[in-house]
Each structure stands twice: as structure tokens, then as C-alpha cells.
């Protein structure tokens, strides 16, 4: 063979070679950007429809760069559809009438939100994750309210009596805001720094390898895709997301 066949066939099989990359990555693309709707982009600090979350993929340990397991997202969709409509935040409106508690936290949540930048759809998923919408939820290690809030988090971010559900917001949404600013609006970081402290995120340059905090992460993005794609128009709709 001379060798203006040889490099004729070296691109063939080139092009042959990426042809198949192609077809391998591009399936598990459309599953993980249809079933997430819409995904962060770190560097752009913004949301596009039919994004890919980079380098980070669902496994049975939460997040790692692989696309190994990209069904992985299906099953917590599947799980926050289960458990959505008893969360009066994440019910779909047609399903149940707000008591006046209720739509007092629903109002607050959307003027906080408002002011700090913060959209509410994240606050919701982050409460939805946090206490499945209890007001006077209390963890073993004495975080409080709808967003789970220590008092010491609180008073650094100047809010008093982080119990009362109206206060707990403002302290929750507030300190969102902070961890926003602090990681450059990388909400991979951010969401993982509200469940693993804001140190661990920093000492690990990303996610901590916690298998809690990973979950955490990847059900808060989950529920945050879905509640985002739930205010779509219906003909805008990622056609893989069923929610």
C-alpha cells in the first residue's frame, strides 16, 4: 500500500473510531439532559434546556465523572414523584388546597427568594430534601424548620428565632445566597456545601466524597430539574422528562 492510501485509510478509521464514540456517548447524553431538563452550567452560572451537568453523572453512590449508570436519574425522578405530592411545595397545584401557614411559607419563600437572586424552584427542592415540607422538623444534630437551619447558620447570616417557619426561610434562603456568592455560582458546590458545610466543599475543591452529601446532591438537582420543567409550557417540554 503507498502511503497516500495508508493516510487515506488512517482518517477512515479515524473518522470510523469518532463515528462510535458518538453513538456511545450521545444515548446517555439525551437520557441524563431529557430526564434533568434542565441542568447548571458551572462556568456560565445559568441554566440551558437539554444541558449536560459536566463531568458529573448519577451512580448507586451518588456522583461521580462516569456515565456508567445513567438510569440512575430515572429512578430518583421516579422517587420524587412518589413522594412530591405531599410536600404542599411540590405538589402540583391541582392536587391540594393551601392552609393559610402554608401560603404564608409559599409567599415568603417567593419575596426572599426575589430579593436574594435565588430561584425559588431551588428553594423548594432544598426543602423538599431537607424536611419533606415540615415546618417544626428538627434533626438529631439540631438543625430546625423547612430548611433545616443550625441556629449557630442563622444567626451568622443576622436572622432571630430560626423556628418559626416564616424566619426559617429568610435564615435558609439567605445563607443559599452566601454559599452562591462564595463558590461563583456553581450550584453543584452550593448544594453540597448546604448539607457538608462549605469547608469540606472548599478543602475538596467539589463535591466531598460523603455517600450522604452525594445523594443529597443528586436528589436536590433531581427535584430542582422537575419543579423548573413543571413551569415550562407543556410544548416546550424536554420529551424524555416525564414529570
Known amino acids: 500500500m503507498n502511503q497516500r492510501a495508508q493516510r487515506k485509510s ?86 391540594r388546597k393551601l392552609s393559610d401557614d402554608e401560603a404564608a411559607v409559599r409567599s415568603a419563600i417567593r419575596s426572599t427568594s426575589l430579593e436574594h437572586g435565588i430561584d425559588e424552584s431551588l428553594a423548594h427542592a432544598i ?22 437551619v443550625m441556629p449557630a447558620t442563622a444567626r451568622e447570616v443576622g436572622v432571630n428565632n430560626p423556628g418559626v417557619p416564616v424566619r426559617n426561610i429568610e435564615a435558609g434562603i439567605r445563607y443559599v445566597a452566601g454559599l452562591r456568592r462564595r463558590f461563583k455560582g456553581s450550584l453543584l458546590r452550593v448544594v453540597s456545601a448546604y448539607n457538608a458545610g462549605p469547608g469540606a466543599v472548599s478543602r475538596y475543591g467539589g463535591v466531598p466524597p460523603y455517600q450522604e452529601t452525594r445523594r443529597y446532591a443528586a436528589r436536590v438537582l433531581v427535584a430542582y430539574a422537575i419543579l423548573q420543567q413543571r413551569r415550562i409550557p407543556p410544548t416546550q417540554r424536554s420529551t424524555f422528562l416525564g414529570a
Open 10 to 95: 488512517g482518517r477512515d478509521e479515524t473518522a470510523t473510531d469518532r463515528r462510535i464514540s458518538l453513538r456511545r456517548v450521545v444515548p446517555l447524553v439525551a437520557v441524563f439532559a431529557g430526564w434533568c431538563g434542565l441542568v447548571y452550567l458551572a462556568d456560565r452560572g445559568r441554566f440551558e434546556s437539554g444541558a449536560v451537568l459536566e463531568g458529573v453523572y448519577f451512580t448507586r453512590d451518588g456522583f461521580i465523572s462516569d456515565a456508567s449508570e445513567p438510569e440512575r436519574v430515572q429512578d430518583l425522578v421516579r422517587w420524587f414523584e412518589a413522594e412530591s405530592e405531599s410536600c404542599f411545595l411540590t405538589a402540583r397545584p391541582s392536587q
Open 127 to 148: 426543602i423538599f430534601v431537607e424536611s419533606r415540607c415540615k415546618m417544626n422538623a428538627k434533626s438529631p444534630k439540631g438543625a430546625i424548620g423547612l430548611m433545616q
